[in-house]
């Protein structure tokens, strides 16, 4: 029974046999286990496994396949975001919150943006246009979110068709960000005082024309699932987490709509002009895996609603402008197309070498100093595709933040897990993290 | 837009002409003053449910400051968990959105602080708490018994700053490994990196370049 198992080597440990198993054949295992006389078993799940969303690592205590306590372990992902935005400008800010929740970039973009705008005080500067844009870009960004929270979701309770269609409707929408930002993810794009660049012409036209595409595909889409009577039972009555359960826990986003509550930054708490758009907040009163599901599916319709309204509106305000008034904080050049590709504007460039020497000093000042933001501390929070994402910020009254701390919905909500999933079978915890839908980037920081 | 108004000239320079901007590593303290009634919007409504629900406010509470709309009160650290309470029960703060620290170390006496922003769902209202201890003493109580989403949010802050949550269940690192040593947050914690040399020119990791006040 001790021969050498190349699959599931084991070894002695204070804690008692240690088996390390790296899939294949699994037979001595099991029979080493059975021989056991305890019946806990202690499972190390991740930090490198195809159905924790990224670097989460799950240790499970199971009693046969019951979960009796399972904990989650963090930080595989740590990149210091947070320290290092102290040492730059914040204009160089944005670049840096763009790549915390790596779904999610304009959101990260623009809840720092509102709340350095709110420190400088031009939060009701803001040109429409800019503020157009942002709602536009913030809900095609909440559409790849989810669907890649739908299509890994099903692909991690084994359904692989699914993901191949959610991934092609997120190539849609990130298509549409690499012609207006240049990127695909982490692009920048929305900067404290507006955005980076105005709209590229025929924008607006793609953006139309995806919104009927992906119109019509949703709905196909959700039959895959809905239709799938293997993906009912999986998250039917799984994951159960109410109300009280959410608030104590602080969990906001798909997971708390689950319960019936209606919240919804974008409705209770404005930002961005959310007020003057027509959308439902959408909720399930099953407190499930489904319900969680099902309000994702469903906010696509209202996003694609959104960014239809934002279409309009952007064709009422064709050559607004797109960034603050104030000079001294509006950045001085914008990109324009040449023949070598995209870079700095050449008349922006024609006129600090060769003609106006103060627009050099204030080009020059601007990009390196940055400007300067008056002392305070605020919090602004936001809708993201994960729930409430907060903006802690806090000014010396320097050109660079004092402190920048980030609520990160994922991170929060992540803690939820051992609530949802104790008690439970061990397969339906993969059913309960996909809910949630942590992003391992925002997670860490 | 006039919102730098209270720099001097262009760009915040002062004294000299020098125009260069070159401010050293010095930082500016930082102090947001405390704020007198009214306070405007719906803060006077909170600070007098609070005063009402909780006899000993004046005790508890050692400054209120509004800025920028947002209304944060500064409680003593002794009396957290009892302020904690009644912003749950009594005012219908439901949801704590997490703790975060900040490092004054230029606050004698009072440089770490904690800051916590609540949110109330029955009350669409959102206000904050700020608690600040020594530097040699950064002990809090901790308010997971309250709101237990906090766990991790206190987690990370003593992994961050140091900051001892008293009573949390298991304060332990928890983005950073378990052996680490010090706190990253903390303004006396470099942050690191190496210069760069490239064609002769070099450039100094950024916590060494020049910063402008």
Redesign the interface.
């Known amino acids: 029974m001790t021969t050498f198992d190349p699959y599931a080597p084991s070894r002695e440990t204070t804690e008692g046999k240690v088996f390390s198993v790296t899939g294949g054949d699994w037979d001595a295992l099991v029979q080493d286990i059975g021989a056991t006389k305890e019946e806990r078993v202690v499972v190390n799940m991740g930090p490198q496994h195809p159905s924790t969303h990224g670097v989460l690592r799950l240790v499970l205590e199971l009693e046969g396949e019951t979960i009796t306590e399972a904990r989650a372990g963090i930080g595989y992902l740590h990149t210091g975001i947070e320290k290092n935005m102290e040492y730059r400008s914040w204009t160089q800010g944005t670049t840096f919150v763009t790549r915390m929740d790596y779904l999610g970039p304009l959101h990260n973009e623009t809840a720092y943006c509102l709340a350095v705008e709110k420190l400088l005080g031009i939060t009701n500067d803001i040109p429409e246009r800019a503020s157009v844009i942002r709602v536009m870009m913030m809900e095609l960004n909440r559409i790849s979110s989810h669907m890649v929270a739908l299509g890994t979701g099903a692909l991690e309770l084994g359904a692989i068709s699914p993901m191949f269609f959610a991934f092609r409707e997120r190539e849609t929408v990130l298509e549409i960000f690499e012609m207006i930002t240049g990127l695909r993810m982490n692009m920048a794009y929305i900067r404290p005082g507006g955005v980076q660049q105005d709209l590229p012409d025929g924008a607006l036209t793609k953006i139309r024309d995806s919104v009927k595409l992906m119109r019509k595909n949703f709905k196909e889409n959700a039959t895959l699932l809905i239709g799938n009577s293997i993906w009912m039972k999986r998250t039917q009555g799984i994951g159960y987490l109410d109300l009280a359960g959410c608030t104590t826990l602080g969990v906001t986003g798909p997971v708390l709509r689950s319960t019936g509550l209606p919240w919804d930054l974008r409705k209770l708490q404005p930002y961005c002009g959310y007020e003057n758009y027509n959308f439902d907040v959408v909720t399930a009163d099953t407190c499930d895996v489904y319900g969680r599901f099902l309000i994702r599916m469903n906010e696509l319709e209202q996003s694609l609603r959104i960014i239809e309204q934002c279409v309009d509106k952007l064709e009422k305000l064709e050559g607004a402008p797109v960034m603050v008034a104030d000079k001294k904080i509006a950045w001085p050049a914008q990109l324009a197309l040449g023949g070598d590709g995209l870079g700095n504007s050449l008349d922006h460039i024609r006129q600090i070498m060769g003609t106006s020497m103060e627009s050099l000093i204030h080009h020059f000042k601007l990009v390196t100093e940055g400007f300067h933001v008056p002392a305070g501390q605020v919090y602004v929070a936001i809708e993201s595709p994960r729930g409430e994402l907060g903006a802690s910020i806090v000014s010396d009254g320097g050109t660079k933040p004092y402190r920048v701390h980030f609520r990160e919905p994922s991170f929060n909500n992540l803690q939820a897990t051992a609530a949802m999933s104790e008690g439970g079978m061990v397969a339906d915890i993969i059913g309960a993290v996909a809910s949630i839908d942590p992003v391992m980037g925002g997670v860490d920081r | 837009?006039g919102?730098?108004?209270?720099?001097d000239g262009?760009?915040?320079a002062k004294g000299t002409g020098d125009?260069s901007?070159y401010g050293g590593l010095v930082?500016?303290?930082?102090n947001?003053g405390s704020s007198e009634r009214p306070y405007g919007s719906y803060f006077d409504e909170v600070a007098d449910d609070l005063e009402r629900a909780y006899p000993e406010f004046s005790e508890a509470i050692e400054r209120v400051v509004v800025?920028?709309?947002?209304l944060?009160l500064h409680v003593k650290r002794e009396k957290l968990v009892e302020v904690a309470f009644i912003l749950r029960d009594k005012l219908k703060f439901?949801?704590?959105?997490?703790v975060?620290g900040?490092?004054y170390p230029e606050q004698t006496g009072r440089e770490m602080h904690a800051?916590y922003?609540l949110?109330s769902?029955t009350k669409?209202q959102?206000i904050?708490l700020e608690v600040s201890v020594p530097d040699g003493d950064a002990h809090i109580p901790s308010v997971v018994e309250v709101?237990?989403?906090?766990?991790?949010?206190e987690r990370?802050t003593f992994d961050?700053f140091g900051i001892i949550f008293d009573g949390h269940p298991g304060l332990t690192?928890?983005?950073?490994?378990d052996d680490w040593e010090g706190h990253?947050?903390r303004k006396d914690y470099s942050?690191g990196g190496i210069a760069v040399e490239y064609k002769g020119a070099t450039t100094p990791p950024?916590?060494e370049?020049r910063?402008?006040?």
């Open positions: 837009m919102t730098n108004k209270q720099a262009m760009f915040g125009t901007g930082r500016q303290a930082v947001f800025d920028r709309g947002e944060t439901e949801m704590c959105m997490g975060n900040v490092h800051v922003p949110l769902l669409n959102r904050r709101w237990a989403g906090n766990n991790w949010h990370e961050m690192r928890i983005l950073m490994p990253p947050q942050l950024p916590s370049r910063s402008y006040k």
